[in-house]
């Protein structure tokens, strides 16, 4: 620092490198020709300032920042932002004549301003009188702040103060609207009394930089961070609208930031990488409503789209999670939620396929806008209800029976806006009466559907990959699921390799998919899109794999548990955020009176660094044994930290960081002296903690690199295939005496998707794929062990032989069944038959013959109603695609499909249009009006109430075919068991979270795949089985698991055995020891919640990083002595 | 190093004028504690009273902490823990509610004032219900005054 100053000096004849001022009785040195303002701000203390700002030479205009100096020459009241100082002087901040002073220019200030925020906040502070001068009505100090920034930095002189003596004011030149405004609002954000609006400066529109990530709805600033979870998590300048960029004035931030983090300089770079895979997930974009022009989007104030709404609900929204609709701020009461806007729309201006996730988007929006304000009334205007996920029709039923919400089957076409209230009218069909109704809302929320990523087109240029008319990539997943790997090693015949995504790999080797590149997808489904994509590269990069890694390298760990502790704490001013509320000097010389502590210092930035190597030195030069770091959440930089004292040489878990910014600097702003007082109490109760550290090992166990599937069909080959072309050995358990499941039912391709030979391509490259081993005709009768070492035994049915089995992870892909009817007579009358009876007739040389009749099939046979309240996602598209296929042989025929929503998702609607073309006639059924079947010897009778007509009308086919859906396996239950993992109340597997974890097991090391975990196409059964083995290849793939360390330990001594800890366990980490009686503790198993710890009675079960001493020794710092804690140490 | 301290005085040792509660918070890794940094990101204030400690799981409290604080000087202790069905360990919110209820019960019982405990379901995103929490706590035991089980504890 002395030879920064001394060089600056060199050229002045009385030259001082410091100057030795005392501020407030303080001694301190301060650089020669320092501002007091800066002085003190430096030195954390604060003095109230109006027309100051970092970027502009200092004007000393307000008077507020005066304070007294007192020099040999006597003693003045000097503004603390204009007087340099250069020589040793007394300076006061608070003396009674600078606060009788303040008081008065406040007072004056406040007279003419009354309603200033700032001003009123300074009278309250300063307990100016009020009442003693008349009010002015004035909003402006004339501290001309904005005109020397408008003129200074921004070099525009768009302001100026116009008029003299008491007509003086701020107005641009001329007093006429200026031209050479740019806009930019710095005169605004700069005015300490919130005076300046840019519509009376700037001649143009003035139009709002709005935020992207919320929808429009806010305006931002050009230096921001885009959203909270932005990483890495530093401001960005928008280059496009920066002053600074833009002219080449302004650069405040530059001069402002005291680190020294802006640089213009910095270029976007290109970047070459040498990949060997490339996963391309680019997402999607959301249609442009205002196209829809009749629902007036853009136009109308309180029409807004699904993901705007979405905005308004979240907590980091701009309205913080209060719903209030643009227009007024108020809180819409009735709120209209208008499905398939610019979807399943064959206009020129709309998307003909469906969406998919609107209509489930919807009813969670309507959901959660109850839970928010229970006053709101949603309606959601809709054509067909989709709700066709895992678990998504006991939403659907849930939001219109318990949670309000009203559901209108009417496809909304208009809509206008009321002028007075800004109110909207919607016009719609009611399904009642078939006439034209309106009705009255004060929110419209668009479902706006999903389009292609603009992206996309650029995407598929650079990676030769093609896109199909709607701009997805080409060959969406539901046509061509794959059969082998993409690595080119033979194994993948037939449909040419690639994953269950693997269109593009078609394409262009090496090159996979995932999300809504391919069709729009729900989250669960983007996410199993994901890990299958990653399966692809990691298949086809299975033998580099690991070669690029490098591993980091830790000195040897010093023993220091029997040394007494010496503790040092750091105390991080983290710039102002902690600074500029915490005294932090005081902090760290508390910190040095602490037991065991032997030094205490502090940083500007603890995070930064140097920092760091300043730590590792510390820890060497005062040979600490433990560390504290007072700053922020543990959650930023606490494994930093940690880690800087690893490589120091500490065990890591000597480390404890008290949280001085989040839980009190940014908390207790208006409270300095409180917040340094906790502050000090903060970093008491961690020294406490870390002295009664003790250093932690993890466990390491050896994975087992094998894998268990079970389950053989499609799923389970595809698993086990995908597992063994990475490189693990891989258990393949068929229960049945033949591979292929249920895919051996269909008797043609299931939608022309599959080659005639995919089922035996598939199970040829298994069989003889070395690393697979098969058990056919076999079951898992005994399951046990953890994540990396399970353990199986597997018997042979027919030979009843026994085969014992060890593996890392398991996948179970068991399948499911088709329902068997036990409606609408199934099985008295051979012309009634389920689908996939139909599709076998279909796929016969004969056909079902002639049929002139036709036929009829009922959809939702037994499902979508307790006690199987789910939909089985596949019987729409299945019973269009058999009826097209009818059609495509009895083009005169009639067919008749009975339905209550017709659930083409996706790309899947362009097979609904065509049947609707191929003249497939298509009739809804209310639920409590169901179809009813009549078969005799003359045929089959099936009588319908038809809504439109209003009538009944009887069909007699000559086949009736029930759509039956499908049903959980008999045995999942008995299987669950085994594997202690969990069934939905429908019967099928339940994943650990329904969106982010959708084919892992809460146990770890268990995944999930196909019909065992819902209904769903062949096609995202392959694609879920190959996000398995993506999952299990996670374990696989490592060498060794570790405990947590936070797990339990056992202190044997004390145990009585009485066994409340195996209670407590919902993992079954704790046992019995039989022999011993003693409490035994898993140390994988363990997840270290504590639960166990908080019961026990003797205190024998400690939890690491949480031990009962380390807690007590957290409770002192509130004046009472420890040392009643129970545990020994 | 050489600090110069005149005398260890932490404040909330001194007697204050007015009578300001001093708070424990015992809170899960999981919600609150992510909650309470939330309300620090977000700036939300609220009265310098509270100090938390982590624990992983609310489900971990072990009673003699919440009895420790109120002998040993606290005037209130929060615990904070995940909504029913939330808990990142399956059940441990319902172990604290069962603990908490039957020492609510104990205290009662031996005529204290069960009140000071205070049991509440905070998530990771509710920053702006700890910070209410914490408002609504001070208040409350600003209304019931110093905790007299502190006092007669070192009686």
Same mark, same amino acid.
């Given at each position: ?42 030195? #954390? ?25 007192? /020099?040999? $020459?006597?003693? +003045?009241?000097?503004? %603390? ?216 989007? &853009? $136009?109308?104030?309180?029409?807004? /789209? ?17 719903? $209030? ?78 949670? &309000? ?80 790997? #993409? ?25 996979? /998919?995932?999300? *809504? ?148 600097? =940014? ?51 595809? %698993? %086990? ?66 994540? &990396? ?64 009749? #036709? !036929? ?159 209904? +769903? ?41 009485? *066994? ?70 | ?41 977000? +700036? ?23 009895? $420790? ?29 069962? +603990? ?16 000071? !405990? ?34 007669? =504890?070192?009686?």
């Amino acid at each position: 620092m002395k030879e920064h100053e001394e060089t600056r000096c060199s050229e002045h004849d009385v030259c001082e490198t410091a100057v030795k001022i005392t501020l407030d009785g303080v001694p301190m040195e301060v650089e020669h020709g320092t501002t007091i303002l800066a002085a003190a701000t430096s030195a #954390g203390v604060t003095i109230p300032t109006l027309c100051h700002y970092g970027g502009l030479e200092p004007a000393g205009a307000c008077r507020i920042c005066v304070v007294e100096l007192r /020099t040999d $020459r006597g003693s +003045r009241l000097v503004p %603390a932002c204009h007087y340099v100082i250069e020589a040793p002087a007394a300076i006061s901040t608070n003396s009674e004549r600078v606060v009788s002073s303040r008081k008065m220019t406040i007072e004056l200030l406040l007279a003419r301003c009354p309603e200033a925020p700032a001003l009123q906040d300074m009278a309250v502070e300063y307990g100016v009188a009020t009442d003693r001068i008349a009010s002015d009505d004035d909003d402006c100090i004339l501290c001309g702040l904005c005109v020397r920034t408008c003129r200074e930095l921004m070099e525009t002189e768009a302001l100026s103060m116009i008029g003299r003596g008491s007509n003086r004011r701020v107005a641009p030149p001329y007093d006429t609207k200026s031209l050479v405004c740019m806009s930019c609002g710095a005169c605004a954000f700069v005015c300490p009394t919130n005076r300046i609006k840019i519509s009376e400066i700037y001649a143009g529109q003035v139009s709002d930089n709005l935020s992207t990530y919320d929808e429009r709805l806010v305006p931002v600033g050009n230096i921001r961070l885009n959203y909270s979870q932005q990483i890495p998590k530093v401001p960005v300048i928008d280059r496009d609208n920066c002053v600074h960029f833009v002219t080449g004035a302004c650069g405040a931030c530059e001069k402002i930031c005291n680190v020294g983090a802006i640089d213009y300089e910095q270029e976007d770079r290109n970047e070459t990488l040498n990949v060997g895979a490339v996963i391309v997930t680019p997402g999607y974009d959301s249609y442009d409503a205002s196209q829809k022009g009749a629902l007036g989007y &853009g $136009r109308y104030e309180n029409v807004l /789209t699904n993901l705007q709404f979405e905005r308004l609900l979240s907590a980091s929204g701009p309205c913080e999670g209060e719903i $209030r609709r643009p227009s007024d701020d108020a809180h819409p009461r009735k709120i209209a939620f208008l499905q398939c806007v610019g979807s399943r729309d064959t206009n020129d201006e709309g998307k003909p396929y469906c969406s998919s996730i609107c209509c489930m988007a919807s009813i969670k929006e309507a959901v959660i806008a109850r839970e928010h304000d229970s006053s709101v009334e949603p309606t959601i205007f809709y054509i067909d209800m989709r709700t066709q996920g895992k678990e998504f029709e006991r939403y659907f039923e849930d939001a219109r029976n318990k949670h &309000g919400i009203t559901f209108k089957r009417s496809s909304v076409a208009k809509l206008y806006e009321k002028a007075a209230t800004k109110n909207l009218v919607v016009r719609h069909v009611d399904e009642e009466t078939g006439e034209i109704a309106e009705e009255e809302f004060d929110l419209v929320v668009l479902a706006a559907g999903l389009v292609a990523h603009e992206s996309n087109a650029g995407l598929a240029e650079s990676l030769n990959i093609t896109l199909n008319e709607h701009g997805f990539c080409e060959g969406h997943p539901y046509q061509v699921p794959a059969t082998g790997g #993409g690595s080119g090693d033979g194994s993948g015949d037939g449909n040419g390799g690639g994953n269950g995504d693997g269109q593009a790999a078609e394409q262009a080797a090496g090159i996979f /998919t995932g999300g *809504a590149f391919t069709e729009p997808r729900y989250i669960p489904e983007a996410v199993v899109e994901g890990s299958c994509a990653a399966s692809g590269a990691a298949r086809l990069l299975a033998e580099a794999r690991g070669t690029l890694s490098r591993k980091k390298k830790y000195p040897k760990q010093l023993d220091v548990a029997k040394q007494v502790p010496r503790i040092g704490v750091f105390i991080c001013r983290c710039g102002i955020n902690i600074a500029g509320t915490v005294n932090v000097p005081d902090v760290v010389a508390y910190s040095a009176t602490l037991p065991n502590v032997v030094h205490s210092s502090e940083f500007v930035y603890s995070c930064s660094q140097d920092s760091l190597e300043v730590i590792k030195e510390t820890v060497a030069e005062h040979k600490l044994n433990r560390v504290v770091v007072a700053s922020c959440t543990p959650r930023t930089h606490e494994y930093l930290f940690a880690d800087t004292i690893r490589e120091a040489g500490l065990n890591r878990y000597y480390f404890e960081l008290a949280s001085i910014r989040e839980h009190c600097s =940014w908390v207790h702003m208006q409270q300095p002296e409180e917040a340094t007082r906790k502050a000090k109490e903060l970093v008491e109760m961690m020294v406490g903690k870390v002295r009664g550290a003790r250093a932690v090992s993890l466990e390491y166990s050896p994975v087992v690199h094998r894998a268990l599937v079970i389950g053989g069909g499609v799923s389970g080959m595809n %698993a %086990a295939l995908s597992l063994a072309e990475q490189g693990y050995e891989c258990e393949l358990v068929e229960k049945e005496t033949r591979l292929g499941g249920n895919y051996l039912r269909h008797s043609r391709p299931v939608m022309n998707l599959y080659t005639d030979s995919y089922l035996a391509d598939l199970e040829a490259a298994v069989r003889g794929n070395p690393n697979v081993t098969l058990h056919i005709d076999s079951e898992v009768i005994l399951f046990s062990g953890v994540v &990396g070492n399970f353990y199986a035994e597997i018997r042979n049915n027919e030979t009843g032989e026994e085969h014992e089995i060890s593996f890392g992870a398991a996948v179970v892909a068991t399948g499911a069944v088709e329902r068997e009817p036990v409606e609408y007579g199934y099985g008295t009358d051979e012309r009634i038959v389920t689908q996939l009876e139909f599709e076998k007739m279909l796929g016969g040389a004969a056909g079902p013959g002639v049929a002139p009749k #036709g !036929v009829v099939m009922i959809q939702c046979v037994g499902s979508r109603e307790e006690p199987n309240l789910y939909c089985s996602r596949i019987c729409c598209t299945q019973a269009i695609e058999n009826a097209l296929e009818f059609k495509r042989r009895n083009p005169d025929a009639p067919v008749h499909v009975l339905y209550r929503d017709i659930r083409t998702y996706g790309l899947r609607e362009e097979l609904y249009r065509e049947a609707r073309e191929a003249g497939v006639l298509f009739l809804r059924y209310e639920v409590d009006r169901k179809p009813i079947v009549e078969s005799g010897p003359d045929g089959v009778s099936v009588k319908v109430f038809d809504r439109i007509s209003e009538r009944e009308i009887e069909l007699g086919p000559d086949l009736l075919v029930l759509s039956a859906g499908l049903a959980p396996r008999p045995d999942n239950e008995e299987l669950s068991k085994t594997l202690r993992v969990p069934l939905t109340r429908d019967g099928f597997f339940l994943e650990a979270h329904a969106k982010i974890r959708p084919v892992d097991f809460t146990s770890e090391g268990l995944f999930l795949a196909g019909l065992a975990h819902s209904p +769903r196409f062949t096609n995202e059964c392959v694609t879920q089985s190959l996000a398995a083995s993506s999952r299990a290849a996670t374990i696989l793939s490592r060498e060794k698991i570790e405990s947590k360390a936070e797990i339990v330990e056992v202190n044997l001594a004390r145990c009585s055995g009485c *066994a409340l800890c195996v209670s407590m366990c919902p993992y079954e980490a704790r046992k019995l020891d039989e022999e011993t009686g003693k409490a035994t503790v898993s140390d994988i198993l363990c997840q270290g919640c504590g639960a166990c710890a908080g019961i026990c009675p003797n205190k024998a079960t400690v939890q690491h990083l949480y031990r009962q001493t380390q807690i007590m020794h957290m409770l002192e710092p509130v004046g009472v002595p420890a040392g009643s804690e129970v545990e020994s140490s | 190093m050489e600090a110069t301290v005149n005398e260890k005085t932490p404040a909330g040792r001194s007697e204050p004028e007015t009578f300001e509660p001093r708070i424990i918070a015992f809170v899960c890794n999981w919600c609150t504690y992510a909650a309470a940094d939330l309300a620090g990101t977000a +700036r939300i204030q609220y009265p310098p009273n509270v100090k938390i400690v982590r624990l992983m799981c609310s489900g971990a409290i072990d009673p003699i902490y919440v009895l $420790r604080a109120l002998t040993g000087g606290f005037d209130g202790v929060l615990i904070g823990g995940c909504h029913p069905g939330d808990c990142h360990y399956q059940t441990g919110n319902y172990k604290a509610r069962r +603990r908490v209820t039957i020492l609510q019960k104990i205290l009662e019982g031996v005529g204290y004032d069960s009140e000071r !405990v205070w049991l509440r379901w905070i998530s990771a995103s509710e920053g702006g219900q700890f910070a209410a929490t914490v408002s609504e706590m001070v208040e409350s035991l600003k209304s019931r005054g110093p905790n007299v089980l502190t006092h007669n =504890w070192n009686k």
